[in-house]
T-cell receptor
Framework: AQSVTQLGSHVSVSEGALVLLRCNYS??????LFWYVQYPNQGLQLLLK??????LVKGINGFEAEFKKSETSFHLTKPSAHMSDAAEYFC?????????????FGDGTTLTVKP | GAGVSQSPSNKVTEKGKDVELRCDPI?????LYWYRQSLGQGLEFLIY????????KSGLPSDRFSAERTGGSVSTLTIQRTQQEDSAVYLC????????????FGEGSRLTVL
């Protein structure tokens, strides 16, 4: 069984400030980990993913995340927030050993960027 | 088109009516998923199709919900005798297991049950 916990349903930062969205996962098999972003009235799109190899992964729009197995975490960061980053962010985990089955999502974190 | 297509984009129905939601996945994607997103909630897994294997129906909330996938392509999610708590956005996603685990989502079908 797999699960995802996103700490903080709402995060608010000032424009130009660091963005940190937290994600912890539980998986009995090697995980694939993902961050998706959902802009208002749109579907989800992939920001970045970890499958194997380098634990620090970079995605679109300046976001990055680090897979820390010992901490079962995959936190999302961006050095400097932009107004256009305001959206809902979802962390997800799937079975990396078979690359099959469902992806399990967290409850999401709404990011607000203040001018 | 190149993306996942869902229809209708919006559906308003009366309690007790049946509804059908359609998903047309990306060509060549063998895996197809349905999720439900209620207001202010995360994504709730409903059902997963992979090739010719039996679907994983473990997320369907009741026997009023069913889904099928014809010819390994288009999928239809059917909700019978709709209830107000069925109001949500129903998201479809497809995946090519040979090219990593990410899901490609449609824009969703917003269902409102009056």
């Amino acid at each position: 069984a797999q699960s995802v916990t996103q700490l903080g349903s709402h995060v608010s930062v000032s424009e130009g400030a660091l963005v940190l969205l937290r994600c912890n996962y539980s998986s009995s098999v090697p995980p694939y980990l993902f961050w998706y972003v959902q802009y208002p009235n749109q579907g989800l799109q992939l920001l970045l993913k970890y499958t194997t190899g380098a634990t620090l992964v970079k995605g679109i729009n300046g976001f990055e995340a680090e897979f820390k197995k010992s901490e079962t975490s995959f936190h999302l960061t961006k050095p400097s927030a932009h107004m256009s980053d305001a959206a809902e962010y979802f962390c997800a985990v799937s079975d990396g050993s078979t690359n099959a089955g469902k992806s399990t999502f967290g409850d999401g974190t709404t990011l607000t960027v203040k001018p | 088109g190149a993306g996942v297509s869902q229809s209708p984009s919006n559906k308003v129905t009366e309690k007790g009516k049946d509804v059908e939601l359609r998903c047309d996945p990306i060509s060549g994607h063998t895996a197809l998923y349905w999720y439900r997103q209620s207001l202010g909630q995360g994504l709730e897994f409903l059902i997963y199709f992979q090739g010719n294997s039996a679907p994983d129906k473990s997320g369907l909330p009741s026997d009023r919900f069913s889904a099928e996938r014809t010819g390994g392509s288009v999928s239809t999610l059917t909700i019978q005798r709709t209830q107000q708590e069925d109001s949500a956005v129903y998201l479809c996603a497809s995946r090519n297991p040979d090219r990593g685990g990410e899901l490609f989502f449609g824009e969703g079908s917003r269902l409102t049950v009056l």
